[in-house]
């Protein structure tokens, strides 16, 4: 598995454990929702994303979207 399929594993797991937390526990999770999603659209216009970084680091090889 390279990293893109990697990061969007990562961010769809996110986000259906908030969604899943928020039914549960506390209708504050959607934050975490609002984080995820925030981040993958910053990430799609600089190409930056903080945990595509640490995964790099962790020895998943690159992708086509992040490198």
Known sequence: MN???VMF???GTMILISVLLTYFVS???LLLTTFVGLNLL???FTGFCP???V???LGVKSGC???
Do not use: C, E
Request: proline fraction near 5%; glycine fraction near 0%.
């Open 3 to 5: 990293l893109d399929r």
């Open 9 to 11: 594993a990562f961010a």
């Open 27 to 29: 209708p504050w999770w």
């Open 42 to 44: 910053q990430a799609s």
């Open 51 to 53: 945990a595509a970084m």
């Open 55 to 57: 995964f790099a680091k």
């Open 65 to 67: 979207a992040f490198k």
